[in-house]
């Protein structure tokens, strides 16, 4: 049973947006800090926003401010990346990841327990 599951990768023009979702099975993600990470070719994996178990707090890296935002749905167990004006260099793998319950935002990957499988995000030029 994969702890995590992502969705709503593709192919997309730049300029364009996506929304990447998360969702968990057999798992309550309220009470989790969550961050989403990517990993392109050649590439190590890098984080792209992390959040707070409360949400109150966010992290983005300085390549996605301003672009892309990072929320999450208690309701319906599930975190949400928004990604606007999308980039060519914004091409990777895009994996959700939960950290620790009850923490504050880290961008640190050792802090991240639970991943998905991934899910590719093309950006064409």
């Known amino acids: 049973q994969v702890p995590l599951v992502e969705s709503g990768g593709g192919l997309v023009q730049a300029g364009g947006s996506l929304r990447l979702s998360c969702a968990a099975s057999?798992?309550?993600?309220?009470?989790?800090?969550m961050a989403w990470f990517r990993q392109a070719p050649g590439k190590e994996r890098e984080v792209v926003a992390a959040m707070s178990w409360s949400g109150g707090m966010t992290y983005f890296a300085d390549s996605v401010k301003g672009r892309f935002t990072i929320s999450r749905n208690n309701a319906k167990n599930t975190v949400y990346l928004q990604m606007n004006s999308l980039k060519p260099e914004d091409t990777a793998v895009y994996y959700c990841a939960q950290g620790a319950q009850w923490g504050l935002i880290t961008p640190r990957i050792d802090d991240y327990t639970y991943w998905g499988q991934g899910t590719q995000v093309t950006v064409s030029s």
């Open positions: 057999g798992r309550t993600l309220s009470t989790y800090a």
